[in-house]
């Protein structure tokens, strides 16, 4: 952009940007030359705290009104807090309609009602939970009418990049350009092909740019259009960009026929519905609380289940006359490996590693037992602890067959984004053994791009579940 002299106009954060180069010509990301000044970086951050704070003086302004400021009562205003945090609620929307949120505020604030009911009437438990949802709405009417006004100005907004330089893509550019109150600067495009003349942006690489664009020009917001190539080739740019700080959105194929999504779940740029990408899983305050997780479990469950080896490796040792423990190697991450414990099931295996099933003669009849229950696993849960593993994941393989699965299945190794485990989603679903390995991949892919605390508590209580059946169907 250039002033009337030629020179270098300021954009919206008050820094000198270069002048836009032809939009016919294709532009790579420059490598970055300066940082953001605290200013800048203040007026970045204030956006995504406006619905965290909105939120917080609803809740305090709530026990203020009621009068009640005691224990219960604050834990119940936190416990208010934490559930719309974990809901997605505090995501800065483009969108800043309010009454879409209205009915996930209503229940952020009911389900908390056990906290205050044993410590006060229900008359009062009830008048603070609807203060907390009639303040917590109020002031996220304020905040975004406030960010609305901030953005018309020029203020606290937000670059914006656009996947897809077509016909549509070019016409969620001119809308984010044209409608300032959605707080968005757009940048430009990336997609395939030859640039396009009539592009008001410049073109800013290919898809697979994605994460130099975005690290470069300090970009907030994408907005995934239809690019000129295929989705399958998105989806590996999407992945490989998770850990970036971007807010990515993805407009359906469908747009204009209504989908059985909440309207709380969507995001929205004039009347043209967005679905966000989850990134809780990729957190690292999800790993972290699955870490929590998987150490606590594990330490009940190993307690619990010591007799219970004690006793199989007295038997292992007496049967076999060798170790009770076996150890493999075995790819229980992205570029990580580990020694998985097990318990031995085999009286002579030649080539364990490059050999896919041990015949039925190589088990032992306590081996082919142990298997079928999926007890010679208990001893992973020392790898649990340890951090080689986790409780539920995609599980580990030997590297012999992870580099051969690698080359020869697609997806194959995006399981590996998250720690392997000892059930997953995969095993739950009946793909154990010798069982489709495309669809194991499948499975464990969605597991990690849907992960969240209950789905692995959904897991576990499936595998205890399956082996309680298992152990009755077998006594009959």
């Not at 420059?30 to 951050?45: E, H, I, K």
């Not at 917001?221 to 590996?236: F, P, Q």
């Not at 142990?370 to 409780?391: A, F, K, W, Y």
Request: proline share 8%; hydrophobic share 45%; with cysteine.
């Amino acid at each position: 952009m250039t002033g009337s002299n030629g020179q270098p106009e300021a954009d919206t954060d008050g820094l000198a940007v270069p002048a836009a180069p032809p939009a016919d010509r294709e532009v790579r990301p420059p490598r970055p030359r300066w940082r953001a000044p605290a200013a800048l970086r203040a007026g970045r951050v204030a956006p995504v705290l406006a619905m965290p704070l909105a939120d917080a003086c609803g809740l305090t302004a709530a026990i203020g009104v009621t009068g009640r400021l005691t224990l219960p009562s604050a834990a119940y205003a936190l416990a208010v807090f934490a559930i719309l945090a974990v809901t997605g609620q505090h995501r800065l929307r483009i969108c800043l309609r309010v009454a879409d949120q209205a009915g996930r505020i209503l229940a952020a604030t009911a389900l908390p009602l056990l906290i205050l009911l044993p410590w006060m009437p229900a008359g009062a438990a009830a008048r603070q939970a609807l203060w907390s949802a009639g303040l917590v709405f109020g002031f996220r009417v304020a905040a975004s009418a406030a960010l609305r006004a901030a953005h018309r100005g020029g203020l606290l907004t937000e670059p914006a990049l656009v996947v897809g330089a077509g016909t549509f893509g070019a016409h969620i550019g001119e809308l984010m350009r044209a409608h300032p109150e959605l707080g968005l600067r757009p940048r430009g495009y990336l997609d395939h092909g030859p640039p396009r003349r009539d592009l008001a942006l410049p073109r800013l690489g290919a898809p697979a740019d994605l994460p130099d664009v975005v690290a470069v020009h300090g970009i907030r917001r994408v907005i995934v259009c239809y690019a000129a190539c295929k989705d399958e080739d998105l989806v590996t740019v999407l992945r490989a960009s998770a850990p970036l700080r971007a807010d990515v959105c993805v407009v359906p194929r469908l747009y204009e026929v209504g989908a059985a999504v909440p309207r709380s779940c969507l995001d929205e740029i004039r009347g043209i519905p967005l679905i966000p990408l989850r990134r809780l899983g990729h957190a690292r305050a999800g790993l972290w609380l699955k870490r929590v997780f998987d150490v606590t479990v594990a330490a009940i469950l190993l307690i619990a289940a010591a007799p219970v080896l004690l006793v199989l490796g007295i038997a292992i040792r007496l049967r076999s006359g060798q170790t009770p423990l076996f150890r493999q190697a075995r790819v229980t991450g992205d570029g990580r490996g580990a020694a998985v414990l097990k318990l031995r099931t085999l009286s002579d295996h030649s080539d364990p590693d490059t050999s896919w099933a041990a015949s039925t003669g190589q088990c032992t009849a306590l081996g082919r037992w142990l298997r079928v229950t999926h007890l010679d696993e208990l001893p992973q849960l020392i790898n649990v602890l340890r951090g080689d593993m986790s409780l539920v994941g995609p599980r580990p393989e030997r590297p012999y067959f992870a580099e051969r699965f690698g080359r020869e299945i697609h997806r194959y190794n995006d399981r590996t984004r998250m720690p392997a485990g000892i059930t997953g989603w995969a095993q739950v679903h009946g793909l154990n053994g010798d069982t489709s390995i495309v669809e194991r991949a499948r499975f464990d892919n969605q597991y990690i791009e849907y992960w969240s605390p209950w789905l692995d508590v959904v897991i576990l209580a499936r595998t205890l579940a399956a082996l309680v059946m298992h152990q009755s169907e077998g006594e009959r």
